[in-house]
């Protein structure tokens, strides 16, 4: 056996739960042989003495349900933990209000312990939010997933998704981060604007709920400006030093 150091991947965590991580972890990395799951609770539960018993037993339940290891007279075959891919009648596609996750998806955000009302209330608004995107993508699944934790972790913190005021420890999100980088801006140039947006803010002493997309309109705005009606292509309305001047992103969205 190896040392008595457990680690465990973070992206199976959020799936499984974190004993099961661990004891899924443990036993890849030992090669664990069983001729019977009863053989390999008994070492689990010698090993993990600081887990309640009825937690060892669930976690393996649930590790040997979903496939990830098989007991049997051979050596434990370890079958990979993936966030489930675009379904097989999947194509790159833009995304449109038909649009379901798979029953795969739904079964990954339960194994994460997420409200499944959470999970439905949240399809309206990411099927509307990605279809004014007119992005084609042949993952949806996936995304939708991340999309759900983010939102969940977001539903359950201190201000339960109320609005609140800006803090100098703000950080953007990494979709929104994402969106910018659709808009070819680099993370390291958005994050060049996060002080003085921070600063902005604290003397405004708003409070919002929608500070990752006032971020987004304010570095568009900062690095794109606003194009002419004329829609040519690299010509601006404005020139660059009234474009960094411009503070019209700090109007509250509609």
Do not use: C
């Amino acid at each position: 056996m190896k040392s008595d150091n457990f680690s465990f991947s973070k992206d199976v965590a959020d799936t499984i739960g974190v004993e099961a991580a661990i004891i899924l972890k443990f036993i890849e990395d030992n090669n664990i042989s069983s001729h019977s799951t009863e053989l390999l609770s008994e070492i689990l539960l010698e090993k993990f003495s600081f887990m309640e018993e009825e937690i060892i037993l669930k976690s393996i339940e649930k590790i040997t349900s979903l496939g990830l290891v098989k007991t049997t007279s051979k050596k434990l075959n370890k079958v990979k933990l993936e966030i489930p891919r675009a379904a097989r009648s999947d194509k790159i596609s833009h995304m449109d209000f038909d649009w379901a996750p798979s029953k795969e998806a739904i079964e990954v955000l339960d194994l994460g312990g997420i409200d499944r009302d959470f999970v439905f209330l949240k399809l309206k608004e990411f099927k509307i939010y990605w279809k004014e995107k007119k992005v084609k993508k042949d993952n949806w699944n996936s995304v939708f997933i991340n999309y759900i934790r983010k939102e969940w972790v977001q539903f359950n913190s201190k201000n339960k998704g109320m609005p609140f005021t800006m803090a100098d420890d703000w950080m953007p999100s990494s979709s929104a981060l994402d969106i910018l980088e659709l808009s070819e801006i680099k993370k390291e140039t958005a994050l060049s604007y996060l002080s003085e947006f921070i600063l902005f803010w604290k003397d405004n002493g708003a409070a919002l709920k929608t500070w990752n997309v006032k971020f987004v309109d304010f570095v568009k705005r900062k690095e794109i400006g606003s194009y002419n009606t004329k829609n040519e292509p690299g010509k601006f309305t404005k020139t660059f030093k009234e474009r960094k001047s411009d503070q019209s992103w700090a109007e509250e969205i509609e």
